[in-house]
């Protein structure tokens, strides 16, 4: 299949984009798969800055590092990504957001409209020319639908002349399938 | 940039499908730009079917392709696309639609919803497995917004198990920028 899910749309756009020795963030670590994704792409050069509030999310995503030793690149942060301009203070080459709550997790500590928001918009301003952020849209069952509604009025209304922003949508799924979203920092 | 427009984007859809030997439709010939790049896909071996109920445009796009001394490869076929069935009897890799009306041409002449949904439909029997439909929507000015309403309404009813359908849009650009659609046959 040419395109199995939005989460695969994500992974495929960061492969284009993401090369040795880049500086990257995984917004939202949670088990550690984007994070180890992104720290194998950038290789022994590259750093991966990866940010999430739950405790339990970053001893995963450590330990998953561990196993795969690629832990030296990536800088572990326990700290909500809309405070990510604390921790960066350089051009990014790409961000990826995967929203939602952590699998298995307490769906009550899913991300939110705003914070993501305040996020996505420093992350923006970090991004270099022809670099990334990825967002991974879930929404559906208890939750999401208001952060879904967010994102989509802020992504509407950001600048087309500095940014592309590509929603990617599967229209003829039942049950909410997530959306994928790709900002292009275009000059 | 990673992506400029939605022509851009069914291209590459297209160029990651279709090989040397494939048979493929453009089913809407216009003025050849299409049938032109699926002719150098498919090679010697391959076969361009191209739809258009205009002559001008038929012959504009045989013109094109005589210059680039492929022609001999390709059908062209002066009927409306919604009788791609009299022609086509065996399976096909991949179906392009560029909607809308022919550049610098009539814009009463510009395909209809109708028409078009019962083309996509008779597309959809005629795909072989893994093989996709691409459908470039244009809307805006005065024309195009039932077309794109109607087209909508169909690609979302299209059965799930069967058909994947990617929307991909431009959502923070001025002026209706075209949308790009991509159903794939997934079984």
């Known amino acids: 299949m040419l395109y199995k899910n939005s989460l695969g749309i994500s992974h495929e756009i960061i492969k284009k984009i993401v090369k040795e020795g880049d500086i990257v963030v995984d917004a939202t670590a949670g088990n550690g798969n984007d994070t180890l994704f992104l720290a194998c792409l950038v290789g022994n050069a590259g ?18 590092l561990e196993e795969a030793k690629v832990y030296d690149r990536v800088k572990l942060i326990h700290d909500g990504h809309e405070n990510v301009d604390k921790y960066i203070n350089k051009n990014v080459k790409a961000v990826m957001f995967n929203l939602g709550y952590l699998p298995k997790g307490d769906h009550g500590k899913a991300t939110k409209g705003k914070t993501t928001i305040k996020s996505i918009e420093k992350c923006l301003e970090l991004l ?58 275009i000059c």
Chains 1, 2 share one sequence.
Request: charged fraction near 25%.
């Open 47 to 64: 750093v991966v800055y990866s940010f999430d509030i739950q405790e339990v999310a970053i001893l995963n995503t450590k330990k998953r």
């Open 128 to 185: 270099q020319v022809d670099g990334v952020i990825t967002i991974v849209i879930y929404y559906g069952g208890d939750s999401g639908f208001e952060e879904k509604d967010e994102i989509f009025s802020y992504i509407k209304n950001i600048d087309s002349k500095k940014y592309a922003v590509l929603v990617h949508e599967f229209v003829n799924q039942m049950n909410c399938p997530p959306i994928a979203v790709c900002i292009e920092k």
